[in-house]
């Protein structure tokens, strides 16, 4: 328990990792699972930045010549949450551009709906 | 010699090259530069599999000369060279199976898209089967779903954005998994190159400390990879996606992409966490007892199905089963039988697609099971390969799922008696229900049609292309069937390059 008081930001992060997770799979709408996503991505961002973060340190950038590594904070995993962010935003893009072709097909965000349709259009 | 150890970086470098490449091109000469880009790669692989057979040890590639733990590394041993050269001949036939079926399933000016996608998916692939180093491996995850998500919703038809949209969903969900399995794992150990990692979980299992994040990360990782390849409770995505999509995607995502997370489970295995840290956590049982839930639910599934590629993407949810039980049984031998079993399932399960779309073709596009009755004496090429790849998935001799499903059996003997006897008995069950809707179709296709002839039969001589890579198809089945024993001796070689 004290650990997790401690340790309050990583905690934070799993909490909305579930939420997103959840969000993701159990929302009907489309966009709403879009944002589930984009939810759990940033908490493993925060989760990530949480573990790099040193107190009383600061931005790993060289400024007044100290070199000390007693300085800076880790900058590795500042590093793979740009690149998460990269891949996060594609992917973003890409359901959000699934989720246009849809709506113009079925006027409709609910993806439930548009399966029990596409039952129908089989079942003719 | 050295020259050659460049070889998997340019591999990767050409595919994703020519991805780009693509873009710019007319229709006509991305097709060909697709099929030459995958012939050279091919070669690539072939060359310095030979090389890596003759050095008879694996080697470490620096990225860009920074030496580890900082730089970035490929890696690459005779398996993976191998691994390499197989997709690409599965890849290969895949595509030019089903590139006159493309034309007919997919809008004009999207034919040119078409093979950007397969580009990059087969750099993402490559990419997957050399890293070394966890980070890479998870953005060319990404790349492969992005790349496979395209494949799928190619056709623009609702029945193909919808699969398209599930798979994305349940696809990022894993991917979200795995990443968050691999940063607890850097917060444990400070490392993201392979070797690294493996020494710091040792010395962590050594000094018993962090078991229990250790052990969530183990979880988060096996059940991120299973997730996207399809393991038996997380399958709901699969069959519309491989049964709506045009049919080099689904030969291609059936074969290649499942299998390419497989073969990174396995990577993580043996070289991330370890094989005995990792058989050691509870984590198999469960990988083991999935895997015998999805043998049988996957085949009760297909046979209720009456859509013959319905049918046959159902069966991949029963083979993904057979290959996760071999890595849950926790021995060297059966991950050997896995990996076998990844080569046998990916060579029969693509000419099966080829194969369906053949026949369905033949039965005036209709892929309902009741009007493919006699389809095989009126495209007497397609209805062959069906059966070959018919036979080899119930495991009869000569085939390569006889010798899968024999190298898994005697896997099992070798294992404790509580996970033998579910392992042996749920082998048999599922041989017979394979038997059960893979005959059955068989026997219907080469059921003679009474009375009026509905369909025209479609001659040997105008199949063409077409004709001649079933063929191949079928050969390469029978040379995995017949000449198994240097294939399994090539895996466990490349197993112990591993460790």
């Given amino acids: ?124 | 010699m050295d020259f050659l150890k460049n070889l998997p970086f340019f591999s990767i470098m050409i595919s994703m090259f020519s991805a780009i490449i693509t873009s710019i091109l007319p229709k006509k000469a991305a097709k060909w530069l697709n099929t030459v880009v995958i012939v050279v790669i091919g070669i690539l692989s072939a060359i310095l599999l030979v090389y890596l057979f003759g050095t008879g040890e694996s080697y470490t590639f620096m990225m860009g000369h920074f030496p580890a733990p900082w730089g970035n590394e490929i890696r690459a041993g005779v398996l993976e060279a191998g691994m390499a050269l197989f997709f690409c001949i599965i890849m290969l036939l895949s595509v030019i199976g089903g590139s006159k079926k493309l034309e007919a399933d997919v809008a004009e000016e999207k034919q040119g898209l078409y093979f950007i996608l397969m580009d990059l998916l087969l750099s993402s692939l490559l990419a997957l089967i050399y890293t070394n180093d966890l980070f890479t491996a998870y953005v060319f995850v990404e790349i492969n779903t992005i790349a496979a998500c395209g494949l799928i919703m190619i056709r623009q038809t609702g029945h193909a954005i919808e699969a398209a949209v599930r798979y994305m969903i349940m696809s990022l969900l894993g991917s979200g998994l795995l990443l968050l399995g691999l940063c607890v794992l850097y917060d444990l150990t400070g490392h993201l190159l392979m070797s690294n990692i493996k020494e710091q979980v040792a010395v962590l299992v050594a000094n018993n400390q962090y078991q229990i994040p250790l052990l969530c990360c183990i979880v988060m990782m096996s059940i991120g990879l299973s997730i996207k390849s399809a393991l038996f409770p997380f399958h709901a995505w699969l069959p519309n996606a491989y049964g709506y999509s045009t049919v080099s995607s689904s030969a291609v995502l059936s074969s290649l992409v499942s299998k390419g997370y497989i073969f990174l489970l396995i990577k993580i295995i043996y070289r991330v966490i370890g094989f005995d840290v990792f058989k050691n956590s509870r984590i198999i049982d469960i990988l083991f007892v999935f895997g015998l839930m999805g043998m049988i639910f996957g085949s009760l599934s297909a046979i209720r199905q009456k859509d013959v590629k319905r049918m046959v993407a159902f069966s991949s949810v029963a083979q993904i089963g057979y290959i996760y039980m071999g890595i849950g049984m926790g021995t060297n031998f059966a991950i050997a039988a896995s990996v076998f079993h990844i080569l046998s399932h990916a060579a029969t399960k693509s000419l099966l697609f080829i194969a369906s779309e053949g026949l369905c073709d033949a039965s005036g596009e209709s892929r309902r099971m009741e009007d493919l009755t006699g389809a095989a004496y009126r495209n007497k090429i397609a209805g062959a390969a069906f059966l070959v790849g018919s036979l080899s998935m119930v495991g009869v001799p000569l085939f390569p799922g006889f010798i899968s499903k024999l190298l898994f059996a005697q896997s099992a003997l070798q294992i404790e008696f509580t996970k033998m006897l579910p392992a042996l008995i749920v082998l048999g069950i599922s041989t017979i229900l394979n038997a059960v809707y893979f005959m059955k179709a068989s026997i219907r296709i080469y059921t003679p049609v009474e009375g009026e002839k509905r369909f025209p039969v479609v001659p040997v001589k105008k199949q063409g292309i077409y004709g001649v890579v079933l063929v191949v198809f079928i050969l390469l089945n029978l040379y995995l069937g017949t000449f198994s024993q240097p294939i399994t001796d090539w895996i466990l070689q490349g197993l112990g390059m591993f460790a």
Avoid: W
Avoid at chain 1, 29 to 50: P, R, S
Avoid at chain 1, 81 to 104: N, P, Q
């Fill in chain 1, 1 to 124: 328990m004290g650990n997790l008081l401690v340790n309050y930001g990583e905690a934070v992060a799993m909490i909305l990792f579930a939420i997103g997770a959840a969000n993701l799979l159990l929302h009907k709408n489309l966009i709403k699972k879009i944002i589930g996503l984009n939810i759990m991505d940033c908490a493993v961002y925060l989760f990530l930045a949480e573990k790099g973060y040193i107190t009383g340190r600061g931005v790993p950038i060289v400024v007044d010549g100290v070199q000390s590594v007693e300085a800076y904070i880790n900058p590795i995993p500042s590093g793979l949450v740009l690149t998460g962010i990269v891949v996060s935003v594609s992917v973003s893009a890409l359901m959000l551009a699934l989720t246009v072709r849809l709506y113009k097909k079925y006027h409709t965000l609910d993806l439930d709906e548009i399966s029990m349709r596409l039952k129908k259009e089989e079942g003719m």
